[in-house]
């Protein structure tokens, strides 16, 4: 089968490719060697944002960590931490505010993801994203979203509570309106059936909460 494009073509556009390449690695490069000058955030300052993240917080409950990785990287372990959706979030949410050419934001965010993995953990990077992520009605962070949808701590969520906010991740406004009920259920079972997957649940219990009707975000009351 001939291709579609002229064979002129295909090369410009590798070349093209190429050269986009060399560019990028050429600003992440030099980004790099003002890295502690003021140009992106010191390690000092990363750390800072981090301890102030979980300064006062509860260790996060091992059931609502399954729920999250399950939701939005169930490869998360297995991955390099700053290639992570959680990695990701905090690297935009918290230290790429400013508009800026798609260009420099890419060696930005390059460059800050990877110190981020040099300073923390898989462990303290999910952390650090569960106690930010925005959850809807004022929540940031598990612990205030925990009281405000489902009235208890978040060590005392059920799975289905704890699939039922991983998916509020995503779409905290919409997932939280009673006429989204249905959408919110059927959500928060395929998080459900991605935890059974992953081998963190056990599959009868994943049945039996993807049968309930209940466990689904609707505010009680709002964040602080």
Excluded at 27 to 36: I, K, S
Excluded at 55 to 81: H, N, V
Excluded at 165 to 191: C, T, V, W
Excluded at 196 to 208: Q, S, Y
Aim: charged share 20%; proline share 4%.
């Amino acid at each position: 089968m001939m291709s579609v494009y002229p064979i002129d073509a295909l090369q410009f556009f590798r070349l093209a490719r190429f050269a986009m390449c060399i560019i990028f690695v050429s600003v992440c490069a030099a980004w790099g060697q003002t890295y502690e000058g003021g140009e992106l955030p010191s390690s000092t300052e990363i750390l800072e944002s981090y301890r102030a993240s979980v300064s006062g917080k509860k260790e996060i409950p091992q059931l609502l960590r399954f729920a999250f990785i399950a939701a939005e990287d169930p490869d998360y372990f297995e991955t390099l931490p700053h290639k992570s959706a959680f990695t990701e979030q905090i690297v935009k949410s918290e230290f790429l505010l400013s508009a800026e050419s798609s260009i420099v934001r890419m060696a930005r965010f390059y460059l800050i993801s990877m110190k981020i993995q040099e300073l923390l953990s898989h462990h303290e990077i999910l952390n650090w994203y569960m106690n930010r992520i925005f959850l809807g009605s004022g929540c940031y962070g598990v612990s205030g979203a925990a009281l405000a949808y489902f009235g208890h701590n978040a060590s005392d969520l059920s799975i289905g509570e704890a699939a039922s906010m991983a998916a509020l991740a995503k779409q905290p406004f919409l997932l939280s309106r009673p006429g989204y009920h249905d959408r919110a259920i059927k959500e928060r079972n395929r998080i459900i059936e991605e935890m059974r997957r992953l081998h963190f649940i056990d599959p009868r219990e994943a049945l039996e909460e993807m049968e309930l009707t209940l466990a689904t975000p609707s505010p009680l009351s709002r964040c602080q």
